[in-house]
């Protein structure tokens, strides 16, 4: 669905390359995470991918197709959320969904539906300038599927919502997973990244420096251990154990069968170590 080959961008007016020499691809029905602090170059590949910016090195395909080459028919087949949604704060949700839906050829959703999915119908006639920011970000999300794309852009889609809204979001993304639509997502949020992404890029100063599957950068990078806590004479105890040799481990089966067993936990690392690891940066 995308390929990213050797890409190079330097925004006018700075000495510094915002992406240098990126490489990668998006498989067809996957959610593809690009992970990075503030300033990485996630945004910038993207608005390189969608065409909000060009003069770029290197070549970007998008399905099938260069992205130079493409004209304004892409844009029924991508669907975008950015981190500050763009909608006519004068109008109200309804009116917004059904002004943007007219540029489009393809057949809508609808609208009913989307906006009670994401808790919104109760506010569909109220004018988008008394929306939170959540409700907007809520609102610019279903606008960004309304249409039925085939590829999708979301950058920080959970950005100021609640846990409960939050969840919701993630739910309709990996429904269109589901579907078979592809999305490509970036954002600095490890769990959201966690839950979501088949397969994650650690992008620091427009440098990609690891490209897998959050699992297996966990196996790769974690400890081959589990720790028990347990209760020994009244008081919480725990140990450690390495996995290899856990089978023949006379003191663990002897806590296994003799010993209130309180929490057993693999001792994997998380994708914020990991990129701590990786890159020597903190996300921020």
Known sequence: MIKVNKVNF?????????????NFEIKKGEI????????????TTQRLIIGLLRGYEGSIEVLGKERRDWGNDFYEKIGVAFDFPNLYIKLTAKENLKLIGSYYKNKLEDIDVLLDRVGLLPYANKRVESYSKGMKMRLNFIRSILHKPDLMFFDEPTSGLDPVNAKIIKDMITEQKNLGKTIFLTTHNMTVAEQLCDRVAFIVDGNISVIDSPKNLKLEHGKNSIKVEYINYGKLVEDTFNLETINTNEKYFDIMRNKKIKTIHSQEASLEDIFIKLTGRKLL
């Open 10 to 22: 330097t925004y006018e007016k700075s000495k510094k390359s915002a992406l240098e020499n990126v």
């Open 32 to 43: 593809f995470g690009f992970l990075g602090p503030s300033g990485a170059g996630k945004t």
